[in-house]
């Protein structure tokens, strides 16, 4: 009986992840076409792909739960997975990462591992739920009507509050683009109060403004984006600036987005002890007024903005020979790029 109940558990799950993707594709057209052909669809097919795929993802929810259809409706499933999983990976090897838009607005993140690792999982779940049907053709039996209705009422009460999960963070992002579209000048001007903020610290935990302040040094706030190429180069220089530099300075990386794909990109840049922090909507960003990547902030020791934003990789590296300095205000150059 356990079984039973656990692949009517694993039909119910699969059913409402294909039946949110099919909801989010519908409801996000344009977002999907462009999802579709950045997976490298060619041009005449975009249209008919990003149609047909939420089409086939909704009838595949539906034929999860009747007996007579579940099983080919799982494998069906485990072959969509398996090839966007594929496509998946090719595209990382490539160095492309563009948005998934599993889900519509609601997943508008970039592609990385963490989607290989759930598409995995979701397999994983498919293919056991067949497996233990045809190990036993009686699995899964008839459950009692009441445990029935509960499962169900269950599964359809995840089902909203994942959705509603997704409407919330596509209405965060939204709000953090309008916020940044009316901002006044770029930056904070220098002796105002540096912002207080609170963001993830990919060595784990949270990271704010009074942890990354250290008496007798001043810290340079790094904005960047890990699909940014004048980035990647700027945080190959920090750990070399920040040797140089140590005494005065304390360096710190910004990035926003997906905490893993930030710890993986700051490895691969070679940020050593620097900390890469991750905002979840922008919120020190907001604060502090950026606009572009590469930027830097720099905050003197007393807790104030000790100059102007930097805007690219040469106009950063000013800052810190200012901090290294007497904390002369300086001139930062503009040659990054705009967020």
């Not at 052909?37 to 089409?55: C, K, M, Q, S, Y």
């Not at 979701?122 to 499962?151: R, Y």
Request: hydrophobic share 50%.
């Amino acid at each position: 009986m356990a079984v039973d109940y656990a692949v009517w558990a694993a039909r119910l799950v699969l059913a409402v992840v294909f039946g949110l993707s099919a909801w989010g594709k519908f409801a996000d057209g344009p977002g999907t076409r462009k999802a579709v052909g950045e997976f490298g669809i060619p041009l005449t097919w975009v249209p008919t792909v990003a149609w047909g795929l939420p089409a086939v993802e909704a009838l595949v929810a539906v034929a999860m739960l009747p007996p007579w259809t579940a099983a080919p409706a799982i494998l069906l499933a485990i072959l969509l997975l398996g090839m966007f999983t594929g496509a998946v990976v090719r595209l990382l090897r490539q160095g492309r990462r563009p948005s998934c838009s599993c889900f519509g607005a609601a997943s508008a993140a970039p592609i990385g591992r963490g989607t290989v690792i759930r598409n995995i999982v979701l397999i994983a779940l498919a293919g056991w739920t067949v497996v233990a049907t045809l190990v036993d053709s009686e699995v899964p039996g008839v459950l009692p009507l009441d445990h029935t209705v509960a499962m169900a009422v269950a599964a359809g009460f995840g089902a909203v509050l994942v959705s509603l999960w997704g409407e919330l963070r596509s209405l965060r992002r939204r709000l953090d683009e309008q916020v940044l579209s009316t901002l006044g000048g770029e930056g904070l001007p220098p002796g105002a109060v540096a912002p207080e903020f609170e963001v993830l610290n990919t060595a784990g935990g949270r990271a704010g403004l009074d942890e990354l302040l250290s008496p007798g040094k001043s810290l340079l706030l790094v904005f960047v984006h890990p699909h940014c190429e004048m980035c990647a180069a700027l945080a190959r220089e920090l750990p070399r600036w920040q040797a140089r530099s140590e005494s005065a300075l304390t360096i710190a990386v910004l990035g926003n987005g997906d905490v893993d794909e930030h710890a993986a990109w700051g490895r691969e840049q070679g940020l050593g002890e620097i900390p890469m922090l991750v905002q979840q909507g922008n919120e020190a960003a907001l604060r502090y007024r950026v606009r572009g990547t590469p930027s830097g902030v720099l905050i003197n020791e007393q807790g104030r903005v000790a100059a102007p934003v930097a805007r690219g990789a040469m106009a950063v590296r000013d800052l810190i020979v200012q901090a290294k300095r007497t904390g002369r205000p300086s001139s930062p150059q503009t040659n990054g790029a705009v967020l």
